[in-house]
């Protein structure tokens, strides 16, 4: 009797060790419930990757991803994600298939400051910097800006060249604000016909390189004087501009009804053509993404609700580098 007790207490503990051990197999799942609600967090992705733009086989200069150790030094952080941008560095291998470095081999990153007060980092490079060839000048300018603007916290930046301020493009001659940050502008189309009532809008498109997607911002010019979200959803819903291997996936007969800043949250309000699948009441994670992308370089905002017939169906949270 006390042989058999024995075996049956072996036999259920080991039950209940194999029961622990599958659950450690399951995978947690990345998205949250929340009244029914789906959150989904933009530049959700595995842990360690970080956002940085280099150019792909396009020519555009495209967001993707690269894995960068966390640094809670923010002059740190700016330096290693610039190794990464330029050509034969050490952290160009980082760089994933189908991208490129820009800014040109040898230079160097000789001192990073930064302001808080400001938000404002201060980058001193190398003269090696002006060796960049006369049509990807700009482009590499671009691709500074938006890398290190990724990171919270850095809004603005002022490049210097040896200590001197960097003010006008040698090659090209175009001529630099002496404080750069988004507004700049990135992979530049102008469709204006008048200099009045300009409205420079940036929209996040798709492309692709063998099988995996990845968004490419594009800033347009044009003489619009609609709210930035309704012309950053008509230009999504019409796709880029002919003649590009830029894609978008939302549907062209999707609306936008109505459109409020709610504290930090943008509440959008669609009609039922941005669901990809009506019957499960499902959004594509890539019209997702073009939108909030687009949405976080034109607002300065947290979240983005989105809503069908007065239904929140996801919310969004953009996050930047922490």
């Known amino acids: 009797m006390l042989k058999r007790r024995l075996i049956s207490k072996i036999l259920m503990t080991t039950i209940a060790l194999c029961s622990l051990f599958m659950l450690t197999l399951i995978p947690k799942s990345r998205e949250y419930r929340l009244e029914n609600v789906e959150t989904k967090t933009v530049y959700d992705e595995e842990k360690g990757d970080t956002p940085v733009y280099l150019i792909d086989q396009y020519n555009y200069v495209a967001r993707t991803v690269v894995k960068i150790e966390n640094d809670?030094?923010?002059?740190?952080?700016?330096?290693?994600?610039?190794e990464v941008l330029i050509v034969e560095s050490d952290s160009e291998k980082k760089v994933p298939n189908g991208f490129k470095a820009i800014i040109?081999?040898?230079?160097?990153?000789?001192?990073?400051g930064y302001d808080k007060h400001s938000k404002t980092a201060k980058i001193n490079f190398s003269e090696e910097l002006l060796d960049v060839s006369k049509n990807k000048e700009?482009?590499?300018?671009?691709?500074?800006?938006?890398?290190?603007?990724?990171?919270?916290d850095v809004?603005?930046?002022?490049?210097?060249?040896?200590?001197v301020p960097l003010t006008t493009l040698p090659k090209t001659g175009i001529h630099l604000p002496s404080t750069l940050n988004r507004n700049y502008g990135i992979n530049k189309e102008y469709d204006f016909t008048s200099l009045n009532d300009i409205n420079d809008i940036?929209?996040?498109?798709?492309?692709?390189?063998?099988?995996?997607?990845?968004?490419?911002p594009v800033t347009k010019y044009v003489n619009d004087n609609e709210?930035?979200?309704?012309?950053?959803?008509?230009?999504?819903?019409?796709?880029?501009?002919?003649?590009?291997?830029?894609?978008?996936?939302l549907n062209s007969n999707t609306e936008i009804l109505s459109s409020s800043v709610v504290g930090d949250t943008l509440e959008l309000t669609f009609n039922d053509y941005i669901f990809d699948d009506i019957k499960n009441?499902?959004?594509?994670?890539?019209?997702i993404y073009?939108?909030?992308?687009?949405i976080a370089d034109n607002y300065d905002v947290k979240e983005v609700s989105f809503n069908v017939s007065d239904k929140q169906i996801y919310k969004s949270v953009l996050k930047t580098i922490e």
């Open 72 to 82: 809670p030094n923010i002059e740190n952080k700016i330096k290693k994600l610039l």
């Open 104 to 112: 040109p081999s040898d230079t160097k990153v000789l001192s990073v």
């Open 138 to 152: 700009e482009k590499m300018i671009e691709a500074i800006v938006y890398t290190v603007t990724t990171i919270k």
């Open 155 to 163: 809004e603005n930046i002022i490049i210097y060249v040896e200590e």
């Open 202 to 216: 940036t929209v996040y498109y798709i492309n692709k390189y063998n099988e995996d997607y990845y968004y490419v």
């Open 227 to 249: 709210d930035k979200i309704k012309i950053i959803i008509d230009e999504l819903a019409s796709g880029p501009s002919a003649g590009t291997n830029l894609m978008s996936f």
């Open 281 to 287: 009441k499902k959004i594509l994670e890539e019209v």
């Open 290 to 294: 073009t939108i909030c992308l687009s």
